[in-house]
């Protein structure tokens, strides 16, 4: 669009035209002008050459009536053009001309629309006047100025416009002269002006700044009136200018509201209200605060620098963050307060609240996130740190520093997102920073002592459970002494090692003691499972004890019961060193407070047991009849006097069959020793027998028969090694005899018949191979003291209470 073409503002109709007053501003840049700028109207007579003069004025290009085809209107509503090389902007609005008739007070007509809308908006007005009509009653311009003066009151505040009457076609009569009686005029209309009460005595020149110009007449004085118009225009140069021409306005609306506010001027114009400037200048002002500070969210929300932080922030913690933010937010209200500069302050001031409040509402979730993302990276690098600080400076010292150091870390991560527009607080994020490293020092401790508990009761029960097993098996006095000296040596090794471990945990003093205590607990359970394992398994510890003293010597070589052996010594021996194992086992004595087991034990089940014993006291009174032990708390008692009892009966019933044997051993070898008959019997044989002996001398064929059956004889006592046989006693001797008679019978025969019977070779050999295996079944036989114990240890095994 041409800029000195003229846009047509306000329609005939009064409709306001804001398609084009936006289009219009934005082709001669209004927008940017801030205050610079100024407007300027005309009001006067219809073809009273107001176009004329604006064209020449200003040159622009308002639509003039052609001279030749007579007067008629050719203004009609309001129209506006910029002003040509004029600084500052200077918007020209053409005014539809006035009929010179009264109205009467009717406000609605378009004239006093208008005119009250130019006066709303300009900051010069032209009054466009014949010269002729100075001074006369009947003047063109007398109802425009009662107009103008009357639409004035109801500006509330006025905004000191300068008022140019321009008087055209100037007679010889000098302006010196015109001026007063013009003056005189409007003075009088002035004071004609029905006021409201407030402004009855307020002068005129408290609204307005009266200029008065004469102008030659264009049509007959063309050139006088184009050099006069130059003069003219030469002052509205600067005319916003402190003693310009319009150096007093008041009341100016920034050019960005512009169309705003002349939007809002005509409508309240056209529903008849009155026009509160103040009050507009402030709606105009909220309005287009508001309006920049949309704007400037908008723009904010674009920038390409916000959205990649925006999108960066969502993954990780981004360096950087504050001061890039801080400089974009910066930037975005700066260019609202370059923009807003000119608006009502207490808007423009309220806005920029606004505006910041929601930039920092925009910016928020991004902060939060970041520091949400620099507590984790803290947290997961404290965790990294402090594991290995731990190994190098010890627990409680690489506790501290490296809380220290990550909360440090923290603080100037925070700092550097730090936005300086708002003084947010990071510090609760902070807190739980402190928390989540705490809680894992906290962990982390108790991991840690728990492992070097486990490893020092792993090493303690190591040092103990052998021995101490060691210790009970072998079951004698110095047992339970033994154990206790094991365990307080072992105890406080232990202790002492864990001490040292956990000092550089600095723990408090309750928790220490309660550490080592438990350790020390520990070993204690270590010994009483040992010891509750082993009287679990008391009878077949006591058989086996038992199996080991009887049937072995003092070189524990396997006894052979020849006969000279004392059997129930042995047995008394065994059995008592059996007791003893039972005695020790009953209790766990880790305290040196003594008991009276051994005796009890000994008094009931050997004593009592005994066939001379007549004391009475105690055939009556069963000292283990009774559930718990003298002076022996009951969790430290591992079998009770009444089990004690029960597992004596059985195991001397379960060891009775071995010394049965050995007794049954010993009678068979003392008989064995003497299979010839006795001496008597065999002199009588020889004084009896002696002719039968000698017949059989004396005839060859009883000598023969005699001679093949000792061969045969000789055979059968060798094969069977029946000298042998009889050394293991005389039953036992029978039983493998008769199993190996048939057998050996056969194959002495075989033998004789070999000679000429190759077919019976195979038999043979099978009786051969069958040998060894009887053999062996004959050795199992004669072993049988220690395989009865044996097989009764396989039979069902003694299960203590106490195990269970
Ligand atoms: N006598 C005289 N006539 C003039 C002067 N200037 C312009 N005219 C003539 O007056 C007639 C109307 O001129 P315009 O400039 O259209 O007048 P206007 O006041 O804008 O007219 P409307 O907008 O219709 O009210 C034209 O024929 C002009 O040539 C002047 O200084 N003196």
């Not at 690489?398 to 991560?413: H, N, P, V, Y």
């Not at 027998?689 to 055979?715: C, D, H, I």
């Amino acid at each position: 669009m041409d800029p000195c073409l003229s846009t047509q503002l306000i329609d005939g109709d009064g409709v306001f035209n804001v398609s084009g007053l936006e289009s219009f501003m934005k082709e001669v840049k209004l927008a940017e002008c801030g205050l610079s700028y100024a407007v300027v109207s005309i009001m006067g007579p219809q073809s009273s050459g107001k176009s004329t003069l604006l064209n020449h004025l200003f040159r622009t290009n308002f639509r003039e009536m052609d001279a030749f085809r007579g007067r008629s209107q050719t203004t009609k509503g309001i129209w506006m053009a910029k002003a040509q090389n004029i600084e500052p902007c200077t918007l020209v609005m053409d005014l539809e001309g006035t009929d010179g008739r009264e109205r009467g007070e009717d406000d609605t007509a378009f004239e006093k629309q208008s005119a009250l809308f130019a006066l709303a908006v300009s900051d010069i007005v032209l009054i466009n006047m014949w010269c002729h009509d100075i001074g006369r009653e009947q003047a063109a311009n007398k109802p425009l100025l009662k107009t103008v003066f009357q639409v004035m009151m109801r500006l509330f505040s006025p905004r000191k416009t300068t008022m140019l009457f321009v008087i055209r076609d100037k007679s010889k009569t000098p302006l010196e002269n015109l001026e007063p009686i013009l003056r005189e005029d409007i003075q009088k209309i002035w004071d004609g002006v029905p006021k409201p009460h407030a402004h009855k005595d307020t002068p005129l020149s408290e609204f307005f700044n009266v200029q008065v110009v004469a102008l030659n007449s264009y049509e007959e004085k063309e050139e006088l009136f184009r050099e006069q118009v130059s003069n003219l225009r030469d002052r509205f140069q600067q005319s916003i200018a402190p003693g310009g021409l319009a150096g007093d306005r008041r009341g100016v609306v920034p050019a960005s509201g512009f169309s705003f506010s002349s939007q809002q001027f005509w409508k309240v114009i056209k529903e008849n209200k009155d026009l509160d400037l103040p009050a507009h200048k402030v709606m105009v002002a909220t309005v287009r605060c508001e309006e920049i500070g949309y704007e400037k969210v908008a723009t904010f929300t674009a920038d390409e620098e916000w959205q990649q932080f925006e999108e960066a922030v969502q993954s990780d913690y981004v360096p950087g963050f504050g001061k890039k933010i801080s400089s974009l937010l910066d930037r975005c209200l700066s260019e609202y307060d370059m923009e807003a500069i000119y608006f009502d302050e207490g808007v423009r001031t309220s806005k920029r609240h606004q505006l910041e409040s929601k930039l920092l509402q925009l910016v928020n979730p991004a902060y939060q996130s970041l520091l949400g993302h620099l507590r984790t990276r803290t947290l997961e690098a404290f965790k990294e740190s402090f594991d290995k600080a731990v190994e190098k400076e010890g627990f409680a010292v690489a506790a501290r520093d490296s809380t220290q150091i990550f909360l440090e870390k923290f603080d100037k991560g925070s700092e550097d997102a730090t936005i300086q527009q708002v003084n947010w607080d990071p510090s609760k994020v902070k807190d739980k920073l402190k928390r989540d490293i705490e809680a894992h020092v906290v962990s982390v401790r108790a991991t840690k002592l728990s492992e070097l508990c486990a490893t020092y009761e792993g090493k303690l029960t190591k040092a103990l459970a052998e021995p101490v097993e060691a210790l009970l098996d072998s079951a004698s006095e110095d047992t339970w002494p033994a154990i206790r000296k094991l365990l307080q040596r072992e105890t406080k090794a232990a202790v002492s090692g864990l001490e040292s471990a956990i000092s550089t945990f600095e723990l408090d003093e309750a928790t220490e003691k309660e550490l080592l205590l438990r350790l020390e607990n520990h070993g204690r359970s270590v010994v009483e499972s040992k010891a509750r394992e082993e009287a679990a398994r008391i009878l077949i510890r006591m058989k086996d004890r038992f199996s080991t003293l009887f049937s072995r010597d003092a070189d524990s070589m396997p006894r052979v019961w020849t006969g000279k052996e004392d059997i129930k010594a042995i047995t008394k021996t065994a059995r008592s060193a059996s007791m003893k194992l039972l005695s020790t086992m009953a209790a766990i004595r880790l305290e040196e407070d003594g008991d009276n087991i051994d005796t009890t034990l000994s008094l009931a089940l050997v004593d009592a047991a005994r066939p001379g014993t007549t004391d009475r006291s105690i055939q009556s009174l069963d000292p283990l009849a009774s559930s718990s032990w003298e002076r022996v708390p009951e969790e430290r008692t591992l079998i009770s006097p009444v089990q004690c009892k029960s597992l004596w009966r059985q195991f001397k019933a379960e060891t009775e069959y071995t010394v049965t044997q050995a007794i049954a051993a010993q009678e068979a070898n003392k008989r064995n020793n003497n299979w010839l008959p006795p001496p008597w019997a065999l002199a009588a044989m020889a004084v009896l027998g002696f002719n039968e002996f000698m017949t059989l001398l004396r005839n060859p064929f009883y000598l023969a028969v005699m001679f093949v059956v000792f061969l045969v004889g000789k055979a059968i006592w060798v094969q069977l090694d029946i000298a042998n046989e009889f050394r293991n006693g005389f039953l036992p001797a029978l039983l493998s005899l008769s199993t190996k008679f048939v057998p050996t019978i056969m194959n002495i025969l075989k033998r004789l018949a070999d000679e000429g019977a190759a077919p019976a070779a195979p038999e043979r050999q099978r009786e051969t191979e069958l040998q060894p295996r009887n053999n062996s079944s004959n050795s199992n036989v004669t072993s049988a003291g220690s395989s009865s114990l044996t097989s009764s240890e396989n039979g069902p095994e003694y299960s203590s209470p106490v195990a269970q």
